[in-house]
């Protein structure tokens, strides 16, 4: 995201956590206008009051919720130019012990929330020729143990990127899949506090934010 986003209107799902607050900070000093979307609804307004843009409280395993949220944001600032599907939640658990409803649950998150946000958005993008953007993680490509889930989620929706994008370019719309690493974020502090996942992956605290 390198162009001039100057009065772009961009909404990003998951802006509480880690990476949604640091794209929240560095879209707003670039000039955006920013639609907040978050199941905190406590920390969304907060978060929003701070950085003078929009919050909405939304839950991405429902679709009409995130259906009347882009609607919201259209009505506010008259048009939704790209949209950052960044909301997802992770577990670390053998496959032995991993209830089915967990697995579930973030598959429901991770896959399926980001591309009912997608779908929620597309025909405001469509209309401004502009953007979907998922962040993916490095997940979509390396597949450690005891995060199946997590690394399936991923994956998927990188396949999906791939997919619609090739459904909508005759629309003048384009699509991204981003794949960060380990930085630190609530969700890296919940992998490195469990004892196993401290195990695979406590040492790359020492390499978190370089």
Same mark, same amino acid.
């Given at each position: 995201m390198k162009s001039n986003l100057k009065n772009k209107v961009i909404a990003i799902t998951g802006t509480t956590g880690g990476l949604g607050k640091a794209l929240s900070l560095e879209l707003e000093k670039r000039g955006a206008k920013l639609a907040l979307m978050d199941l905190d609804v406590e920390q969304v307004k907060k978060q929003a009051s701070e950085l003078n843009a929009l919050g909405l409280e939304v839950d991405i395993t429902d679709y009409e919720s995130i259906k009347k949220a882009m609607a919201e944001v259209n009505d506010h600032y008259g048009q939704i130019d790209i949209v950052i599907a960044n909301a997802g939640i992770t577990q670390m658990a053998p496959m032995t012990t991993t209830d089915e409803r967990d697995f579930s649950r973030v598959i429901d998150i991770n896959l399926n929330g980001s591309w009912r946000t997608f779908k929620a958005a597309l025909s405001y993008i469509e209309e401004s020729k502009g953007y979907l953007a998922a962040i993916c993680s490095m997940a979509s490509f390396v597949h450690c143990p005891l995060q199946a889930s997590y690394a399936a989620s991923k994956a998927g929706m990188l396949a999906v990127c !791939?997919?619609?994008?090739?459904? $909508? @370019? +005759?629309? %003048? $719309?384009? $699509?991204? #899949?981003? +794949?960060? *690493?380990?930085?630190? #974020?609530?969700?890296?502090? !919940?992998? *490195? #506090?469990?004892?196993? %996942? +401290? @195990?695979?992956? %406590?040492?790359?605290?020492?390499?978190?934010?370089?």
């Amino acid at each position: 995201m390198k162009s001039n986003l100057k009065n772009k209107v961009i909404a990003i799902t998951g802006t509480t956590g880690g990476l949604g607050k640091a794209l929240s900070l560095e879209l707003e000093k670039r000039g955006a206008k920013l639609a907040l979307m978050d199941l905190d609804v406590e920390q969304v307004k907060k978060q929003a009051s701070e950085l003078n843009a929009l919050g909405l409280e939304v839950d991405i395993t429902d679709y009409e919720s995130i259906k009347k949220a882009m609607a919201e944001v259209n009505d506010h600032y008259g048009q939704i130019d790209i949209v950052i599907a960044n909301a997802g939640i992770t577990q670390m658990a053998p496959m032995t012990t991993t209830d089915e409803r967990d697995f579930s649950r973030v598959i429901d998150i991770n896959l399926n929330g980001s591309w009912r946000t997608f779908k929620a958005a597309l025909s405001y993008i469509e209309e401004s020729k502009g953007y979907l953007a998922a962040i993916c993680s490095m997940a979509s490509f390396v597949h450690c143990p005891l995060q199946a889930s997590y690394a399936a989620s991923k994956a998927g929706m990188l396949a999906v990127c !791939n997919s619609i994008r090739l459904e $909508v @370019k +005759h629309l %003048g $719309v384009d $699509v991204g #899949s981003y +794949h960060p *690493t380990f930085f630190p #974020s609530p969700l890296m502090d !919940n992998v *490195t #506090s469990d004892p196993v %996942g +401290h @195990k695979l992956w %406590g040492e790359i605290k020492k390499a978190l934010g370089k």
